[in-house]
């Protein structure tokens, strides 16, 4: 997946070559609202971090764009879990490392000083996990790789030419969720771990708009 996200975005970057020369590149902060995932017997949660990302807008003409969005949070996950060794009581599950590879477009709604825009992505979600829990890690894998998508509103808002903010809101969405964390599997000692097959994140943000090209 992450192969042909690069493939993807090689072939973004030569957009400039074919004519299509205005580029926004946006570096952002926000916050990841984190998530709860059902599971046989119990539920994960995900707490909510600060996420740090970039993306790179290729304005196709005043209504559209090509985006690629990178986005990374590092949190916690707690478990609860009535089939576990705890019996229900909420504990520490692990450390996880959130990364977003998405492509997409832009649909820009209005033309001029502030642009407000939805956008739709489709493309891969690596997590990574550390420190868990030593029950779970013996009937688990420690990273993972999923198709995702992102969707979300934001504004433009260009104080010249070549400068701006921009502020957005978004959903994020793992799909097909399973193996270590958010689904451990259902064999071993009787723990019963499964999540569902996909489940809602999100984050809302902001960032520096670098307007390069004509």
Do not use: C
Not at 130 to 156: C, E, H, P, V, W
Request: proline content about 3%.
């Amino acid at each position: 997946m992450i192969n042909k996200l690069l493939t993807a975005l090689t072939g973004v970057l030569l957009i400039p070559a074919l004519g299509f020369s205005q580029i926004d590149l946006i570096p952002h902060v926000g916050y990841n609202f984190g998530a709860k995932v059902p599971i046989y017997g119990g539920e994960i949660k995900v707490k909510g971090n600060t996420t740090y990302g970039i993306n790179l807008d290729y304005n196709l003409d005043r209504d559209n764009a090509i985006q690629f969005s990178y986005s990374t949070t590092v949190s916690t996950t707690t478990i609860r879990d009535y089939y576990g060794p705890s019996g229900g009581a909420t504990e520490h599950f692990a450390d996880v490392l959130e990364n977003y590879f998405l492509l997409g477009g832009v649909r820009y709604f209005s033309d001029g000083p502030i642009q407000p825009y939805g956008n739709f992505n489709i493309g891969a979600a690596y997590y990574k996990f550390t420190n868990m829990n030593d029950y779970y890690a013996q009937i688990g894998q420690t990273d993972f790789t999923r198709f995702a998508i992102g969707f979300g509103l934001g504004a433009k808002i260009m104080m010249s030419e070549r400068i701006g903010i921009d502020v957005h809101i978004r959903g994020l969405a793992p799909i097909q969720w399973g193996g270590v964390g958010i689904g451990v599997g259902t064999g071993g000692a009787g723990a019963g771990v499964y999540a569902g097959s996909s489940f809602l994140s999100g984050d809302v943000g902001g960032g520096l708009i670098f307007r390069l090209g004509e």
